[in-house]
């Protein structure tokens, strides 16, 4: 076991630097689902490494605090990835460092808690926590982007959606259009090709629906706060709705 100790370690110190990056590279605007992927090979070199340093028990030893501990770190890290946060850290980048040394310690937790508890556990915890990671890279808890079929819909039947918009939550890109050649195109020009602010073409490879619409409520000046004094919640919903269609 000595000699798998060392790898372990140096494994371990590997991706705690790796999850410190964003002190590095500072404010980031990486695409969510390579975002997802970077988290999951954080917490694979985690977890790899508590599966290296652990020394299995034998289950009569077994303490039930261990197995507590390997069920829950899972759970806890993917609180850590909850969508309606990502654009405040992708905007902190200590607060971003804290979020991946998080994830960093629930991963190795889940192996290590798992190991300790009995030999094998600690495989099937880890493994559960990577697996909910990986597939979160492809929209498995993230805010849909608005669908073409979506799209389609508002613009036709206009009147009616607007009307259901601030009940039901549904989009309403045709009543986002409205806002935003009232609200934002004097400075992200009539087609949003950019003015005094920037371009928002693509802007769904940047921010995804959620995000645009967090960014909307509470932006970095100097552009203006507009919610909810000029747009209300559903405005918010519907003018994000059609940013990410440009
Ligand atoms: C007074 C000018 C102004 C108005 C009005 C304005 N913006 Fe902005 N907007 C900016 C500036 C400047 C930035 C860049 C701020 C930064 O990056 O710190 C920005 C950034 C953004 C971004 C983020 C772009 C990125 O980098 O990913 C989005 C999305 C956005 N605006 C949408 C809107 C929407 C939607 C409205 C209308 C509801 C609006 N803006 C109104 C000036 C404005």
Redesign the pocket.
């Known amino acids: 076991m000595i000699r798998l100790r060392v790898p372990g370690i140096v494994l371990l110190g590997i991706t705690i630097v790796a999850a410190l990056v964003p002190l590095v590279r500072g404010v980031t605007?990486l695409p969510t689902a390579e975002h997802h992927l970077l988290h999951a090979a954080l917490i694979a070199g985690a977890l790899i490494s508590a599966l290296l340093l652990t020394e299995p028990r034998k289950a009569e030893n077994a303490h039930y605090g261990w197995l507590l501990a390997a069920v829950l770190s899972p759970i806890a890290a993917m609180m850590l990835m909850w969508p309606s946060e990502y654009a405040w850290f992708e905007r902190h980048p200590l607060g971003h460092v804290l979020e991946h040394l998080g994830i960093v310690g629930c991963g190795f937790a889940s192996g290590y808690a798992g190991q300790m508890y009995a030999s094998g556990v600690g495989w099937v915890t880890g493994l559960s926590l990577l697996g909910m990671s990986v597939a979160s890279a492809w929209g498995f808890g993230v805010a849909p982007a608005p669908a073409a079929a979506v799209l389609a819909a508002a613009t036709t039947t206009a009147p009616q959606t607007s009307a259901a918009a601030g009940t039901t939550g549904a989009t309403n890109i045709a009543h986002g259009a409205v806002?935003?050649s009232q609200?934002?195109a004097?400075?992200?020009g009539a087609r949003g090709t950019g003015g005094?602010?920037?371009s928002?073409v693509s802007?769904r490879t940047?921010?995804d629906f959620q995000q645009?619409q967090q960014?909307?409520m509470k932006?970095?000046?100097?552009?203006?706060t507009?919610f909810p004094g000029?747009?209300s919640r559903s405005d918010?919903r519907d003018?994000?709705a059609?940013?990410e269609t440009l």
Do not use: Q, S, Y
């Open positions: 605007d806002l935003f609200n934002c004097m400075c992200h005094v602010g920037p928002l802007e940047r921010k645009a960014w909307i932006p970095d000046a100097p552009m203006p507009l000029t747009l918010v003018v994000a059609f940013v």
